[in-house]
């Protein structure tokens, strides 16, 4: 069953207006970043990236860029560092899937938090639009997972419907902005 995240998309694009020029996304070449990966990644993904490029969701949520020099949001780099093993062995409870990393049956890290938390797409399967998403807590004692694309798990999110969490939090609230350099200026 593929994700049905078009209607989610729509919604998402209606909240957080996009900027007006995507930072980072001049030489985003997406079969070059995939065959890096050596992954296909998700349609949701790419339409996210395309149209907001680099930058954080309520000062909170940064979804990983392909290409960006950002290195604390670099998709390949940040996938690499959180397989690393001195970083796991700082975890409360292990993972529920296969270690992170990158590529295929992997925990691949596709967003973090300002606060430590990590999303991750579990790549099982050829088809990219049936991955479920990951969610892990900064201590790392609590993974969830949530059978919807990322899209659907930012606007759950950031409207309170999932991931309850972040609403005690005070981080889900309206409106949602997206901001590419929310802690400068």
Known sequence: MAYEWQPAWQRWRELVPPPDEP??????????????LNVRLPDDYRAYIDTYGVGYVNRLFLVLH??????????ADVAEGQGEVEGLST???PPPYAWPGIGPDRL?????TTNGDVAYWYTDGPDPGEWPIV???SAG????????????????????????????????????RFAAHPFTG
């Open 91 to 93: 975890l409360l409870r």
């Open 108 to 112: 691949m890290a596709c967003a973090t």
């Open 135 to 137: 969610l892990r807590n």
């Open 66 to 75: 392909p290409t960006t020099e950002l290195a604390a949001g670099n998709l």
């Open 23 to 36: 930072v980072d996304n001049d030489d985003l070449d997406w079969e070059f970043a995939q065959s890096q």
């Open 141 to 176: 004692d609590r993974w969830e997972t949530f059978e919807m694309s990322l899209v659907e798990l930012l606007l759950g999110i950031f409207t309170g419907t999932v991931a309850e969490h972040f609403a005690r939090a005070g981080w889900a609230r309206q409106p949602i």
